[in-house]
């Protein structure tokens, strides 16, 4: 099985991003460049630089003009599900934050001359909703749960993309970075002596290091032909426990408490997805795709993570 990091690079292109400057667009935005892509970022004000350009995605507007310029369309964008509590406005955002991004670039695409070769729309794990014990993959159908209503949607809104542009919709995990991520709010915790069990722990928690979703991004999209859904999974299942345990370790912190359930309940109520939902899901087609993890299981990720953080 061959790296992706090692194959030969592909001619340089014109990539254009939406939710550039979030956690992962940053990360994925400096790699692109490194690797010599033109990346160009869509932003919601005024543009500051020649490599910006204003679009409104909840009046659908967006030159599809722009379009025509670029070689691939990577969107990101979508309201953070970490924003606590999920009232129904909350909750409301991060659907049509998502959506209507979605269907605004695909719709761009299909008018477009000549539309980009691929497009890769970032979608959620959280389609296959709490499935204790269940080994879930690209095959598996759908959850039950908000986030599986969002996630359907989201993806929903790419079908409207022309035929000839290959589409993937990415389904990411918990991605592991030292600036954010799904173990962002843990580590000050962590820091502080108050890394907790959560619930019973035993609940599996589908994580990525972020090292490893950015380069699954960029073997997507330069050295793939799959289209679809692709989860961005590590390759290893973890529980709760393992992880948080790990990273009270690796940071010298005790980890002598526990939430219990009820109380996690009580405090998130319909946000207790995202920490008491248990998900054993499989990068299948992304194994199948030659596709090489550096992390190659949760405590790789932590170490990684931790060292970052020393």
């Not at 605004?104 to 008018?111: I, K, N, W």
């Amino acid at each position: 099985m061959t790296s992706s990091s090692t194959r030969p690079s592909s001619a340089p292109q014109r990539i254009l991003i939406s939710g550039a400057s979030g956690f992962i667009g940053t990360a994925l935005r400096r790699r692109l460049e490194e690797e010599g892509h033109t990346v160009l970022r869509l932003v919601r004000g005024t543009p500051q630089g020649p490599d910006e350009f204003n679009w409104a995605p909840n009046a659908r507007m967006l030159d599809h003009g722009l379009i025509d310029t670029v070689d691939a369309v990577i969107n990101l964008s979508g309201s953070p599900l970490g924003q606590l509590p999920w009232t129904p406005g909350r909750k409301r955002r991060m659907l049509d934050s998502r959506v209507q991004a979605t269907r605004t670039l695909a719709e761009a695409m299909s008018m477009a001359g000549a539309p980009p070769k691929t497009f890769l729309s970032a979608s959620a794990v959280g389609f296959y909703g709490d499935r204790p014990a269940e080994r879930l993959d690209e095959d598996s159908a759908r959850g039950e749960g908000f986030l599986a209503d969002v996630v359907e949607a989201w993806e929903g809104a790419t079908v409207i993309a022309p035929e000839k542009t290959r589409t993937v919709t990415f389904r990411t995990g918990l991605v592991f970075g030292p600036e954010g991520g799904a173990v962002g709010p843990l580590i000050p915790l962590t820091k502080l002596g108050l890394a907790s069990r959560l619930g019973t722990g035993g609940q599996h928690w589908p994580w990525i290091s972020l090292h490893d979703e950015i380069e699954a991004i960029l073997h997507l999209l330069l050295h793939s032909e799959l289209d679809g859904p692709v989860n961005l999974v590590g390759p290893t299942p973890s529980t709760a426990d393992r992880i948080t345990r790990r990273l009270a370790r690796d940071l010298h912190r005790p980890y002598a408490l526990r939430v219990p359930e009820a109380i996690i309940d009580l405090a998130l109520q319909d946000a207790r997805e995202l920490l008491l939902s248990s998900q054993k899901v499989m990068p299948k087609r992304l194994l199948e795709d030659g596709f090489v993890f550096r992390h190659e299981t949760a405590e790789d990720a932590v170490d990684a993570l931790a060292s970052e953080l020393r």
